[in-house]
């Protein structure tokens, strides 16, 4: 299990200590008591069963409280940057969040297409060769504009609600990538397996979608 941790302020892996579930929720909830492997520090989680199972849903923490969270696996890089436009966000530092929420979208360019020498040429690639929509394109492309205000000196502002919302889209498009694209990928390919009688383990590789 995968999240921040409060105490040691960085990204750590928890170890289930208890775990309830109350079945007869609707969906179904699973609530763990866990603790951080790193420095023993207690956080309870909670995860509801959407109906295919609680091992395809994401942790959600209670304790400490938090505004934001991603609960899916992150590349390091990507991961470094939400965090610290989060934490910008928290401490009302408007300008370094944008920068940071920019950051991170170049360290996704990065990821897919390691040899784009801008965040714009990185965005086009990844349009192009099909890994974004068109809308998505255009949302990389509002968070590079309020980065880049962010990172140079201008006359114009960036309020609370602009970085918000940068993050609130950064968040979606990272959920996209990471998330879900690759949870549909296993559902596609685990039915796929069952209507052929085939383990998913063994069917064929396929591109994303």
Known sequence: MIYYCTSCDNTRNFIDVAVHVKPEAGPPIEYTLARCETC???ALFYREDMGDGFEGDNYYRLWPPHERHIGFLLPDIVRQSY?????????KAHLAAAVMVRRALEAVTKEYEPTA??????MKALLESGIISKELSDWGDQLRVIGNLGAHATSEKIDAQ???EAIDFLQAMLEILYDLRPRF???RLRRAANA????ASQAPPTQSV
Do not use: F, I, Q, Y
Request: glycine share 8%; hydrophobic share 30%; aromatic share 0%.
């Open 40 to 42: 023993a520090d207690a």
């Open 83 to 91: 965090d610290e436009a989060v934490k910008c966000e928290n401490a």
């Open 117 to 122: 020498r801008t965040l714009h040429s990185g």
């Open 162 to 164: 602009d970085v918000a």
């Open 185 to 187: 990928e296993k559902m």
């Open 196 to 199: 052929k009688g085939t383990p």
